[in-house]
Every structure is written in structure tokens, then in C-alpha cells.
């Protein structure tokens, strides 16, 4: 895959996920195959998120006004904020904006709801389309103006420490989740010049693309108080005096899709796990002269018991070559593929081929155990993908002494670069610009005695880069 942009944008057509003839820049359609893929991964996320969150949702316009009024949250959005400044021929008094994110939709209603202790903490989210006139070279999925599965949770708490313990508990979500996806990750604090506009700091989760440029793929904020104090989010402490509350919020985005489609995907197009395949199982019919309708009616059967297991599973009939089907099949990404022809039957065999490894199998078509080999397939398919994934991640982040290696590096592997750094802005910044990377940010505490890659000082965090999108 040397021209991953081109194989991302071919297998996005070509699959059906999404039509990008939308007549609007960064705005595309979810075509039915898409839609499937992204309803099942966002299934997944809300069952975890329902666990100890509320879902809600709020109004898709903000007044200016409110916009405006966290000054560093709006300097942040300002260059990318979609306005509304009519209502039919009648001019408004007073422009809305399209959401970029919901904090200021949000808080002003949370100053509302939080009177008391009791009433703390809250934990929302909401999956809605949010707006960005993104000025960077826009992508499908990837960087796009309408964010269509832009999933926001927002919280607020009565001390610190419970907002800090929310981060926390914010990062093992978006793991669970992850993991469940096959997708793997880096997670860094990112540095004070690249965080959420008003947050005190922000925890992000990056991951790789097969071009060998980062994607950041989700983030957690941590808000202190500045929203609290900015939209008088206050509660009645115990002994009676008016505290502001701590607040979170975290997020991800179409961008999980543009991973699970990267990452998985191949020559032959894309590989979906089981958790999110529209078809988790195809059955191609074998049809000789003979035993064709044999074949076609067991088929029919096979079909139906495993759609009354909850499989998502399709028996594709069509009178067309086994190999053609083979093909848009794989290219469709369907984990398992069923091949059951006259002599399958008579040996009571149903052959499975696993679209991620390509392994097949004989597997014994007996009523009491068929299902229960079947669902441990689908498991074993996940798990595999999930590891195969981290290998090669992993084995895409390096560790460098030198600048000259990290361009060297860069240059050459793309990939992942862990670095001591002093942790100053203007090393940071100047790092950047000579080797034309990003830092992603800090992972943990340097070494005793380690001094920075790039310039010199003491040492105090081990810090990731990369070329990122
Ligand atoms: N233009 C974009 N296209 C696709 N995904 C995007 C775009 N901009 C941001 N994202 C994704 O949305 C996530 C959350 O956006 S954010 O600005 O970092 N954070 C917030 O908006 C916070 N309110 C938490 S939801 C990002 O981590 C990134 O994965
Ligand atoms: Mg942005
Ligand atoms: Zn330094």
C-alpha cells in the first residue's frame, strides 16, 4: 500500500461506505454499507459509555454570544465556526453558530441544572454531526467539515480529583472500546501548544495509518474550572458555601472509521472484524450440474439457523462464478466466508475461510457443535486482528538518540518516535520545525540523568513524535 491515500479513497467508493460527490467540501454521504459499519461501531461505544453516562442532546445552533464568552475556547474556534445569519429573508439580530463542539451549547444549561452536591456528578454525551471549516486539506473521514459521528461526553464533578479520576476513567473507556475495534494506540499528554482550546490539559489517543502518519483518534480534556467559571456552573458545598464545579469532556469521531477501514484493510480492500461487519459470514453455494438444488436448499437452511443465532450473515445465490463472489466478498472485508458444495454435505462439512488470514478450514457441520465453533471463529477472528494490528504498530515505534536520525527516520519509515525531551515550548517548537514533525506528547518521566534529544538540558519526560494528519 505505497499510495495509501489512493487505496483509502478507492476502497471508500468502491465498497459503498461513503459518496464524496456531496456538493459541499467535507460534507459526504453514509451510503447503506457505511452506515451499517458505523451503526455497529457506535453500538459498541454506547453500550460502554451507557454504563455510567446519560445520553442526551442538545440543539444544534449556539448563540454567539455564549460562544463567545470562554475567550481562549473561542480564539481556538473562531477561524472555524459555520455561522446562521438568517431565518428565512428575515436577517437574525443575532448570529448562531453550527456546533464545532458542544461546550457552549452545553454549559450554559448545566449552570441551570447544578444547584447542589447531590446533583454532582453528571455525565452526559450525545453522538450528533458537529461543524469545522477546516482550512487543512480536508479528507473522507479523516478531516472533514461535517463531523457526522462526532461523539462528545461531557462531565462535572464537585473536587479535582473526581474531574481527575474521570480522565482516568475517560482513558479505559476509549481502551475498552479500542480494543474491541482492533485498533491500536498511543496515548500522550499533549503539549501545552496543542491542547483543547480552555482545557487545563488534554490526554489523546493516537494511532497509525499504513502511510506511516499519526491520526488522532480520540481525546480526553481536563477543565478545571474555567467553563464553571465562565458559565457559573456552581453547586452548595456541604457547609452551605457556593463552589464552582470541575469539569470534563471527551471525544471521538469518524476518524475511528477511517481506522478500522486503514488499518484492517488490505489488497484486497477491507477486513472488518466481526464486531462491526455489516455481513459477518457470506455462504457461497458450490453448484455443479448436478446437487444444485441440494446444495441451494442446505444453503437456505444453514442461513436461517445462524441468523437465529443473531449472526449477521448472508447467503449470496446469484448465478454468477464462485470465484467473483470470492472476490467482492474479500473486497467487502466479510470476516468469514462459507463454501458448502454437494460433497461438503454428504461429508457433513462446511468449509470456512477467514477473510484477515486467509486460513481454511473443514469445519464439521453437526448440529450440536456447528454454532459453538462458529462463535468461537468469530472471537478467535477478533482477538487475531486485534494482535495483529499491535504487532505492527508497535514495531512502528522507535526510539532515537539524534536529530539527524529522527529525519533520517521520518524520511524513511514514518512510524512513532519516543524521545527524552526537556519538555520546554521553545525546544519543542524548535523541534518541529527542524525536523518537520509533531510532537505528540508526553508519556511518562525520563530516567535519572537523561538529557534532552534535542537540546541538551536535563531531561524531564520520555515524549512521542510523529508526522502526523
Ligand atoms: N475535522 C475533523 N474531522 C474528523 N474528526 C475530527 C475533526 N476534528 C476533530 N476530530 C476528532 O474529534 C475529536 C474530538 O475533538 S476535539 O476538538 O479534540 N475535542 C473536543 O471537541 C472536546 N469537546 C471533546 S469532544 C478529536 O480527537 C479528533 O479525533
Ligand atoms: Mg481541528
Ligand atoms: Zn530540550
Redesign the pocket.
Known sequence: MTEFSEWFHNILEEAEIIDTRYPIKGMHVWLPQGFKIRKHTLNILKEILDEDHEEVLFPLLIPEDELAKEAIHVKGFESEVYWVTHGGLTELNKKFALRP?S?TAMYPMFSLWVRSHTDLPMKFYQVVNTF?Y?TKHTRPL???RE?TT?T?AHTVHATREEADMQVKRAIEIYETFFHELGIPYTISKRPEWDK?PGADYTM?FDTLLPDGKTL????V?NLGQTFAKTFNITYEALEGEHEYAYQT???????VIASIIGIHGDEAGLCLSPAVAPYQMVIVPIIFKKGGEEVLDFCRKLEEKLKGEGFRVHFDDRDIRAGKKYYEWEMRGVPLRLEVGPRDIANKKVVTVRRDNGEKEFMDFNPETFIEDITSLMEKINIDMNKKAWKSFEDEIRTVESIEEVKKTMDELGGIISFDWCGDESCGKDLEETAGVDVLGIQSESEDGKVCMNCGKPAKHVALMAKTY
Open positions: 463542539t461546550e469545522r477546516e479523516i478531516r472533514v463531523i462526532f462528545e483543547f489523546a488522532q483518534i480520540a481525546t480534556h469532556c471527551y471525544g471521538l469521531s469518524d476518524r
